[in-house]
């Protein structure tokens, strides 16, 4: 565990590096912003030569490759970082030059103890893209299929273990300080941020996820998840179908190729919704450079390092919500952010209402191209701070993968309305799960569940309370004393009775000294 200098060293480093670019000036500006925070800031930045304008994405570009990936995770936190930084950190893309194609192979033949060519036919040294994790190559499997391989950088693991190190130990301190950076919950952000790196640091578990995904996703026309090459996947190479087609946000291409870019946000939208509110499970990376078009119209979803998964009940509580802002019934949205315990129960649930309206009645019916993302996120951040509303780790990435498809979906139609996409599925899902059919299958599936746990209830009850019966019990033994026994009791005796006469003896000595007034 590296020491709080080494922490303090790091961080004053990075702090440098950030100041810069101008990334240190909305810190210092902001009332919320601990003392002692805009204090390091300061140091960090004595003597360094400021641009006008703020690059926060250029900033975490040079620190290194897991600052790359934490300011693409602070981009759906303008709350935390301000809303220009959120804004500014979405234009982050985790493009680094590749590493030496030697140290790639390497690596592999390593990982899987065995050649090159014994794996692939062909294999391109030059890779199609390089982000901070892992870089692709493309190949061709012995057997003649066109892949993707992507591998990890070597060192990548132990070095996003120290930085991510550094995170923790500055989280926990700025938690320390209280007040707005305590309600922010830095700690539970960086805790979300490890464990999803750490998913992606692992390629056997982006293997699983693709493979999860694709069986919610069946039955689902227009939206495709490539195939998994289990042979030639391990925790350092991820094998997949190869996908020939156009990159979503290239709308140029897609428009001449004759693609139907309304169409083609609405079904994104809708095959987010089902993955997020259906399955809950939901391709979290959903970004322009991880999905293509093919020549059919199908749209394909690439790298599945991040994923995001929400439980039934708070998928339910998602579907309420969104509905109930697309048909401006505020008042049970409300209801529904107190049941969730989102809100804390000292406050008013009509106030709580009233303050939705304000912030959703200016949006319903209007084309995105129309909405001011700034006042409705300005909106709602006023009302987490002024309802002591705290951060729900689970729903980061939710709001994150929200973020992206709707600046995708914008992109291919400028006119979308999210509201009017969403309300026909959200409607549909909610009557099939909240409605009274849905009730009677809840009752029935939740009996016969605790009908099947009965025999198991009473095994261990049995176990605790053996029943009688069996074999009869044995008649009592006499004891029998064994040899030497006798001797060693004597001897015991003997010790015990000497410590006992010693005890009367002193007892009666103290006595007779108290009635001859001796003492006292």
Do not use: C
């Not at 709350?79 to 234009?91: F, I, M, Q, S």
């Not at 057997?143 to 070597?154: E, H």
């Not at 493979?211 to 495709?224: K, Q």
């Not at 809100?343 to 309206?357: G, I, K, Q, W």
């Amino acid at each position: 565990m590296a020491r709080p200098s080494t922490h303090i060293l790091r961080l004053l480093k990075w702090g440098r590096t950030l100041a810069r670019h101008g990334a240190l000036r909305g810190i210092e500006n902001d009332p919320n912003t601990p003392p002692q925070v805009k204090r390091l800031a300061r140091i960090a930045r004595f003597g360094t030569v400021q641009p006008k304008e703020p690059d926060y994405a250029g900033a975490f570009r040079d620190i290194g490759p897991a600052a790359i990936k934490l300011g693409q995770t602070l981009a759906t936190r303008p709350d935390l970082v301000g809303e220009d930084a959120a804004r500014n950190l979405l234009t982050l893309q985790d493009n680094l030059p590749p590493v030496d194609f030697e140290e790639i192979k390497s690596s592999i033949e390593a990982s899987f103890e065995q050649p090159l060519e014994a794996l692939w036919a062909d294999f391109d040294p030059v890779p199609v893209g390089a982000a901070s994790i892992a870089q692709v190559h493309r190949a061709v499997t012995n057997d003649g299929r066109q892949v993707a391989v992507k591998v990890l950088r070597p060192g990548v693991r132990e070095r996003f273990a120290r930085d991510i190190g550094t995170y923790e130990w500055a989280a926990a301190h700025l938690e320390r300080f209280g007040g707005e950076a305590a309600r922010l919950r830095p700690r539970l952000i960086i805790a979300n941020f490890k464990r999803w790196t750490n998913r992606e640091l692992d390629l056997r578990r982006e293997a699983a996820s693709a493979s999860e995904l694709a069986e919610h996703m069946v039955g689902t026309a227009g939206y495709d998840i490539p195939g998994i090459d289990w042979d030639r996947t391990n925790g350092r190479v991820l094998t997949v179908d190869w996908i020939d087609g156009i990159k979503i946000s290239d709308v140029a291409a897609l428009r001449a190729a004759g693609h139907d870019t309304k169409d083609l946000a609405s079904r994104l939208v809708l095959a987010f919704l089902k993955q997020a509110i259906a399955a809950g499970f939901f391709h979290a990376d959903m970004h322009q450079g991880n999905l293509f078009v093919k020549a059919d119209g199908t749209i394909a979803a690439i790298d599945f390092g991040i994923m995001g998964r929400i439980d039934r009940r708070a998928r339910m509580w998602l579907a309420e919500i969104l509905y109930g802002l697309t048909t401006g019934n505020y008042k049970r949205v409300a209801e529904i952010h107190f049941e969730a315990q989102y809100v804390p129960s000292y406050h008013n649930v009509d106030e709580f209402a009233t303050a939705l309206r304000a912030v959703g009645e200016p949006m319903r019916g209007k084309p995105v191209s129309e909405l001011s993302v700034g006042q409705m996120l300005d909106g709602l951040f006023a009302i987490t701070r002024d309802f002591d509303m705290q951060t729900q780790p689970h729903l980061l990435l939710l709001q994150k993968t929200m973020v992206m498809v709707e600046g995708i979906a914008t992109q291919l139609d400028p006119t979308i309305n999210m509201w009017d996409v969403s309300a026909p599925y959200v409607r549909s899902w909610i009557r099939d799960e909240l409605g009274p059919e849905a009730a009677i299958a809840d009752r029935i599936r939740e009996d016969t569940a605790t009908f099947l746990r009965i025999p198991e209830l009473v095994r261990r009850i049995e176990d605790r309370f053996p029943p009688k019966g069996g074999a009869p019990e044995p008649p009592p033994l006499p004891d029998i004393e064994l040899m030497g026994e006798r001797r060693r009791r004597k001897e015991h005796d003997r010790g015990w009775l000497g410590y006992a006469v010693a005890a009367v003896a002193g007892g009666l000595a103290t006595w007779a000294a108290i009635t001859q007034g001796w003492i006292g």
